[in-house]
RNA sequence: GGGAGGUUAGCUCAGUCGGUAGAGCGCCUGCUUUACACGCAGGAAGUCAUCGGUUCGAGUCCGGUACCUCCCACCA
């Protein structure tokens, strides 16, 4: 313990800020093992930043607003672990890695080789690992870093082996030929949620299939030109009396030498477009299942590099699609066959990561069967075991848990787990049961001909294990047995589906219990005037860049006001720098106080609330009530309110209050000194309660300010948060001060 | 096509159980009052989107309308 000591006159941030980090990290106060023995836990999972990204404002506001639970649950003596980590983010860092060679040396990865590429991959994510880490420490966040993850370290691997190898035994993980999302930049196939439908204007186009047997056509309506090289039919409705004649017959597709059925199915409405639609079902969802439902052959004719195959015929294999639909309608106005277009409004796939119009092609991938993962993950969240902040959240959850689509998990990557499937010349496919080895022989045929899968797992399915991985799983660790389930998730509402939906699906389905208690699901953090950053828009801003103009502290109390109930969050200067005046504010005020205490006799906290006048019982009373509210909204979880009343508190009644009125007193040479020590305990009180309170808000500048009043800085992360005390309830001090306050402005204003 | 949310001061947002509307920023007027100009003391500013209903009383509860946002979605 330090002696109390004087303040500087400038508030300087970054003089002490990392200091005091430095200082309890170091003592180990992070780490649950610093609570009493037999403290309940409290764990918080961190959402693992991606390795090729730098800190930004989301992550700035789920660090600010898990550090603000664990560091007040910590003082509540909550044996408190928050695990942090690093996530390997497959597509990513591949397409960085890649960028970078060939940048530097003009290589591919193919030219490298897989072993040397990857080898790269990890030099260059261990070395950004600890960036993202020290961000993280940047803006005070109090996590256990002894324990930190890597969504590829061996322990995680594990995880991912034993998950897939266990739903591959229960028939629950499975591969199949189906129509996939392919992203032809990319080179990998992508599951459904990394497609973003975007509507586009586009052109629907008519084309003319003359008949077989000689005189009329069939007019099929378009939006794929391209794709007609692949038809293998024309479907119209059957009751379509336009088109009753020909159904059964034959029509010939143009530009090729093919001739193909007309087939009457419901599926068509007979009045969009012309009522007569193309099938090709090699390339389009809806003719793929049309096909299987008659027997309709499949011919390819875009490639996996989005380039026509030689199946599209002489004149057009080897074109880009693009190139393909204009060479395609130009050969069909050549032919007299093209019968006009209108604009169409459609929605169009495009990838996540790179923004490249997705082709839908089919292929063979693994496959999740997440039917029965999502009917005990719902059975659980309906049961409450998991509750969503804000509730609503949780029809949207419902939802689409209802509307559940097989997960497609294999992708044509490098950068990731590899999947623990091996296949013989016979094409058998042997995964290893849970636990064991990699398997020398066939489990068919016994071929010792092994060769295993060439793709790896989507990068989410390392993701959705994190709070049982985390911890062990599937090892019966010790912290397994203490930290799972953990108790609170804090994320954006953007990972829902992506992560915090299957995380409940792995919870119930691998351990049986629920992954975490709470989901506290923020909004996005948006500029100052409430826009969407963007790069474009050049409004982004950069959380660590506000920590050293202003300090963690205000980044992160500004943060923590703005953050409503689960709705976007302002940010941006003009919302930093009244959190900052804030902390300035607390300083001077110390500054104050520590000028008249230090005048009396420095343990001056000792309350004789019997002997109090109406002021210090007054200022009591509303300290106690700011205890009782800040503490009530965090239990709420809600920050803004708790942000607020401690905001409130401090400035209007404390400072403009309180130290108003009892500056004359302390300067009053005619007051007995014994006088003065019972107010000056009071103030003493009152300050150190309220740095106490501020602390999980304001870590740095509560404990350097705690350090100068009470010398126990080093201590406050651990010191017991404050209770409300109901003794000092005085509704009358209350009102006959604040009656006081009105007289005075009414006064002041004569 | 399906679903969710929003509309309160110039701006960004709070508003608990229905009881005379709040904050921050901005604006205006005074203040170098020895903690603080990142401050102090005051002030102006709202038809609570709109229509109807319930009620002694509605920003708050119920129904409709308008506009905005977002999510989900394999129909050409």
Same mark, same amino acid.
């Given at each position: 313990?330090?002696?109390?000591?004087?303040?500087?006159?400038?508030?300087?941030?970054?003089?002490?800020?990392?200091?005091?980090?430095?200082?309890?990290?170091?003592?180990?106060?992070?780490?649950?093992?610093?609570?009493?023995?037999?403290?309940?836990?409290?764990?918080?999972? @961190?959402?693992?930043?991606?390795?090729?990204?730098?800190?930004?404002?989301?992550?700035?506001?789920?660090?600010?607003?898990?550090?603000?639970?664990?560091?007040?649950?910590?003082?509540?003596?909550?044996?408190?672990?928050?695990?942090?980590?690093?996530?390997?983010?497959?597509?990513?860092?591949?397409?960085?890695?890649?960028?970078?060679?060939?940048?530097?040396?003009?290589?591919?990865?193919?030219?490298?080789?897989?072993?040397?590429?990857?080898?790269?991959?990890?030099?260059?994510?261990?070395?950004?690992?600890?960036?993202?880490?020290?961000?993280?420490?940047?803006?005070?966040?109090?996590?256990?870093?002894?324990?930190?993850?890597?969504?590829?370290?061996?322990?995680?691997?594990?995880?991912?082996r034993h998950?897939f190898t266990t739903l591959y035994h229960q028939g629950?993980a499975y591969r199949a030929e189906?129509?996939?999302?392919?992203?032809?930049?990319?080179?990998?196939?992508?599951?459904?949620?990394?497609?973003?439908?975007?509507?586009?204007?586009?052109?629907?186009?008519?084309?003319?299939?003359?008949?077989?047997?000689?005189?009329?056509?069939?007019?099929?309506?378009?939006?794929?030109?391209?794709?007609?090289?692949?038809?293998?039919?024309?479907?119209?409705?059957?009751?379509?009396?336009?088109?009753?004649?020909?159904?059964?017959?034959?029509?010939?597709?143009?530009?090729?030498?093919?001739?193909?059925?007309?087939?009457?199915?419901?599926?068509?409405?007979?009045?969009?477009?012309?009522?007569?639609?193309?099938?090709?079902?090699?390339?389009?969802?809806?003719?793929?299942?049309?096909?299987?439902?008659?027997?309709?052959?499949?011919?390819?004719?875009?490639?996996?590099?989005?380039?026509?195959?030689?199946?599209?015929?002489?004149?057009?294999?080897?074109?880009?699609?693009?190139?393909?639909?204009?060479?395609?309608?130009?050969?069909?106005?050549?032919?007299?066959?093209?019968?006009?277009?209108?604009?169409?409004?459609?929605?169009?796939?495009?990838?996540?990561?790179?923004?490249?119009?997705?082709?839908?092609?089919?292929?063979l991938?693994w496959?999740?069967?997440?039917?029965?993962?999502?009917?005990?993950?719902?059975?659980?969240?309906?049961?409450?075991?998991?509750?969503?902040?804000?509730?609503?959240?949780?029809?949207?959850?419902?939802?689409?848990?209802?509307? %559940?689509?097989?997960?497609?998990?294999?992708?044509?990557?490098?950068?990731?787990?590899p999947i623990p499937a091996w296949y013989c010349a016979d094409g058998h496919v042997t995964v290893p049961a849970p636990g064991a080895d990699d398997p020398s022989a066939c489990g068919s045929c016994g071929s010792k001909n092994l060769t295993q899968d060439g793709d790896?797992?989507?990068?989410?399915?390392?993701?959705?294990?994190?709070?049982?991985?985390?911890?062990?799983?599937?090892?019966?660790?010790?912290?397994?047995?203490?930290?799972?389930?953990?108790?609170?998730?804090?994320?954006?509402?953007?990972?829902?589906?992506?992560?915090?939906?299957?995380? %409940?699906?792995?919870?119930?389905?691998?351990?049986?219990?629920?992954?975490?208690?709470?989901?506290? @699901?923020?909004?996005?953090?948006?500029?100052?005037?409430?826009?969407?950053?963007?790069?474009?828009?050049?409004?982004?801003?950069?959380?660590?860049?506000?920590?050293?103009?202003?300090?963690?502290?205000?980044?992160?109390?500004?943060?923590?006001?703005?953050?409503?109930?689960?709705?976007?969050?302002?940010?941006?200067?003009?919302?930093?720098?009244?959190?900052?005046?804030?902390?300035?504010?607390?300083?001077?005020?110390?500054?104050?106080?520590?000028?008249?205490?230090?005048?009396?006799?420095?343990?001056?906290?000792?309350?004789?609330?019997?002997?109090?006048?109406?002021?210090?019982?007054?200022?009591?009373?509303?300290?106690?009530?700011? %205890?009782?509210?800040?503490?009530?909204?965090?239990?709420?979880?809600?920050?803004?309110?708790?942000?607020?009343?401690?905001?409130?508190?401090?400035?209007?009644?404390?400072?403009?209050?309180?130290?108003?009125?009892?500056?004359?007193?302390?300067?009053?040479?005619?007051?007995?000194?014994?006088?003065?020590?019972?107010?000056?305990?009071?103030?003493?009180?009152?300050?150190?309660?309220?740095?106490?309170?501020?602390?999980?808000?304001?870590?740095?500048?509560?404990?350097? %300010?705690?350090?100068?009043?009470?010398?126990?800085?080093?201590?406050?992360?651990?010191?017991?948060?404050?209770?409300?005390?109901?003794?000092?309830?005085?509704?009358?001090?209350?009102?006959?001060?604040?009656?006081?306050?009105?007289?005075?402005?009414? @006064?002041?204003?004569?």
């Amino acid at each position: 313990m330090n002696a109390p000591h004087e303040l500087p006159k400038n508030f300087d941030p970054a003089a002490f800020e990392m200091k005091w980090y430095r200082l309890h990290e170091e003592a180990g106060l992070f780490r649950p093992e610093a609570a009493p023995p037999g403290a309940e836990p409290y764990v918080i999972v @961190i959402p693992p930043p991606n390795v090729t990204g730098k800190l930004h404002v989301g992550h700035a506001l789920g660090r600010t607003l898990e550090d603000i639970l664990c560091r007040w649950r910590r003082m509540e003596g909550r044996a408190v672990l928050w695990l942090p980590g690093v996530d390997h983010a497959g597509i990513a860092t591949q397409m960085v890695v890649e960028r970078n060679l060939a940048e530097r040396t003009g290589q591919s990865r193919h030219d490298v080789g897989r072993e040397q590429f990857l080898e790269i991959c990890r030099e260059w994510a261990a070395a950004r690992r600890g960036d993202i880490l020290n961000q993280i420490r940047r803006l005070g966040s109090s996590c256990d870093f002894s324990r930190t993850y890597y969504t590829l370290d061996e322990p995680r691997s594990k995880a991912v082996r034993h998950a897939f190898t266990t739903l591959y035994h229960q028939g629950l993980a499975y591969r199949a030929e189906r129509m996939v999302n392919w992203c032809a930049r990319c080179a990998t196939v992508l599951s459904d949620l990394e497609v973003n439908h975007v509507e586009q204007s586009g052109l629907l186009w008519s084309i003319a299939y003359p008949l077989a047997e000689g005189s009329g056509e069939i007019v099929v309506a378009t939006t794929r030109p391209e794709t007609m090289l692949g038809d293998t039919a024309v479907a119209v409705h059957p009751e379509d009396d336009r088109y009753r004649h020909a159904v059964g017959k034959t029509v010939r597709l143009p530009l090729t030498d093919r001739t193909i059925p007309v087939v009457a199915d419901p599926l068509v409405d007979p009045k969009f477009g012309t009522g007569a639609v193309k099938i090709t079902p090699a390339h389009d969802p809806n003719d793929f299942d049309a096909a299987r439902r008659h027997g309709l052959a499949l011919v390819t004719v875009i490639g996996f590099d989005a380039k026509m195959t030689a199946a599209a015929g002489a004149g057009y294999a080897g074109l880009d699609r693009a190139e393909a639909r204009r060479k395609v309608l130009r050969d069909l106005e050549t032919a007299g066959l093209r019968r006009g277009e209108k604009t169409h409004v459609l929605p169009i796939g495009r990838c996540q990561r790179c923004d490249t119009v997705l082709e839908p092609l089919v292929s063979l991938q693994w496959y999740v069967k997440t039917g029965p993962l999502a009917e005990k993950a719902v059975a659980a969240t309906d049961a409450g075991e998991t509750r969503f902040v804000p509730e609503l959240w949780k029809k949207t959850y419902d939802e689409w848990m209802r509307n %559940i689509r097989d997960w497609c998990v294999s992708r044509q990557l490098w950068w990731g787990h590899p999947i623990p499937a091996w296949y013989c010349a016979d094409g058998h496919v042997t995964v290893p049961a849970p636990g064991a080895d990699d398997p020398s022989a066939c489990g068919s045929c016994g071929s010792k001909n092994l060769t295993q899968d060439g793709d790896v797992f989507d990068t989410w399915f390392s993701s959705w294990l994190m709070p049982l991985s985390v911890v062990g799983w599937p090892e019966k660790t010790p912290d397994f047995s203490r930290f799972y389930p953990t108790t609170v998730l804090v994320t954006a509402f953007d990972i829902l589906f992506f992560w915090v939906a299957r995380m %409940i699906m792995s919870g119930t389905w691998f351990d049986g219990r629920a992954p975490f208690a709470v989901v506290v @699901i923020h909004g996005l953090v948006r500029d100052e005037s409430g826009l969407k950053m963007s790069k474009t828009k050049g409004n982004v801003i950069d959380p660590l860049e506000m920590c050293d103009a202003f300090g963690a502290d205000a980044v992160r109390f500004a943060l923590a006001i703005q953050s409503g109930t689960g709705r976007d969050v302002p940010f941006g200067t003009s919302r930093i720098a009244p959190a900052r005046a804030f902390a300035t504010k607390v300083w001077n005020a110390a500054r104050f106080a520590l000028g008249m205490l230090h005048e009396g006799e420095p343990e001056a906290s000792t309350i004789d609330y019997a002997a109090l006048g109406t002021v210090d019982r007054w200022i009591l009373a509303r300290l106690s009530a700011a %205890i009782a509210k800040v503490t009530a909204s965090l239990e709420n979880t809600r920050f803004d309110e708790a942000a607020s009343a401690l905001y409130a508190f401090f400035w209007s009644e404390f400072c403009d209050g309180y130290v108003e009125m009892v500056k004359p007193l302390f300067r009053d040479p005619g007051l007995p000194e014994a006088e003065k020590a019972k107010t000056r305990a009071v103030l003493h009180r009152v300050l150190l309660d309220s740095l106490a309170l501020l602390h999980p808000f304001m870590p740095f500048v509560s404990c350097e %300010i705690r350090d100068a009043l009470a010398g126990d800085g080093d201590r406050l992360p651990v010191t017991r948060f404050p209770r409300a005390e109901p003794a000092w309830d005085d509704p009358l001090a209350v009102q006959t001060v604040e009656t006081l306050r009105a007289a005075a402005t009414r @006064i002041r204003n004569l």
